[in-house]
């Protein structure tokens, strides 16, 4: 089953279906971000330091949206990565991708490029420790912002990292997107 087939399906359920559904994929997703088993990470791998803090959500007026775009962004993990392109058959690049998830999940057009994005209206949010489920993540390379993603929770963002690649799931604080971290926006609030 593709993930665009998952969020169709998970999109057809009753509001308490998908609500149960929605809690069980985070869930899951939480229990796949590290192994409790491991005093450390196997070589290779990382586990973020969030991963144990309780999960942030934006303001309770926005919650449901936040679950829309949280489905949204899960469900195209493994999408392709192509310079310029904003849409799953097409594959996508870092602001596309963010854009396609907010627009259609939640009917918020964003600015086309990562550095626009940083420079719209929007709470920033300095501190790791206080983001929350779908605020836009920014990353600044030479003191220019040059990536965006979106967090999703428990100390992990999905974005379209890199040409040649798909679309995925990465820890924030890992060692590379941890020194590379600008801010986060809160977009929802």
Known sequence: MSPQSVVRFAQSLPRLAYAAW????IALLSAC???PHRRQPAAGTSHSALADLPPR???AASAGEANDILFRAIGLVGTPYRWGGNT????FDCSGLVDYIYRTAAGIRLPRTSSDMATMDG???????QLASGDLVFFAIGGAISHVGVYVGKGRFVHAPNSGGTVR???????YWGSHFAYGKRVLD
Not at 169 to 175: F, K, N, T
């Open 57 to 59: 959500a934006p303001s």
């Open 22 to 25: 929605l809690l069980a994929a």
């Open 123 to 129: 709470r920033k949010v300095r501190q790791m420790t």
């Open 169 to 175: 799931l990465d820890d924030i604080d890992g060692p």
């Open 88 to 91: 799953p058959s097409g594959g």
């Open 33 to 35: 971000a590290g192994s």
